[in-house]
């Protein structure tokens, strides 16, 4: 079976009339629909397809940036329906996984956007490096300083206050009371 989707962006006033009518004429038998951002997994049209899926159907989209404006997501979305055992066509960009020349291009993308993606990983990675030789470290300031979370670690491995005590007392939450203690293995081998 053939599957449409179509997506047009929220709040925009173009409407999907003209994809519906391209995936018409390219044989489309049922549409799934979207008005929501190209970036955006969790679109319930997109999804709803993606589910129904069976091997041998075909997704088919107008163009490539109605099914996403990101190639790794794009790629993952391809990938699902790949393992679906469906195939997937782009009408603009004569894009068609179920030949051989499609499926090669989608393996290139794959090689780009792994490629892209490695770029970002060294880039950010350089950044941060660089922001720490000059002394500047990321992140929000901690809340507490070492001497208190020493006195809560102490408070709550001697038993003076509970951890849910420590985390209303100091405002924070009880998981950060629960890291405070395990920060100080030392305060429970000697009972603080």
Known sequence: MKLGYLRVSKGDSQTPELQRQGLDRAGVERFFEDRAGGGRWDRPGLQKMLDQLRTGDVVMVWKLDRLSRSLPDMLRIVSRIKEAGAGFSSLTESIDTTTPAGEMFFHVCTIFADYE????????????????????????????????????????????????????????????????????????????
């Open 117 to 192: 993606r490695k770029l970002i990983v060294e880039r950010t990675k350089a950044g941060l490096d660089a922001a720490r030789a000059e002394g500047r470290v990321g992140g929000r300031r901690p809340k507490l300083n070492p001497q208190q979370r020493r006195k809560i670690a102490e408070d709550v491995v001697s038993g003076r206050s509970t951890a849910a005590e420590a985390a209303r007392l100091w405002k924070v939450s009880p998981p950060t009371i629960t890291r405070i203690v395990a920060e100080h293995p030392g305060l429970r081998e000697h009972g603080a």
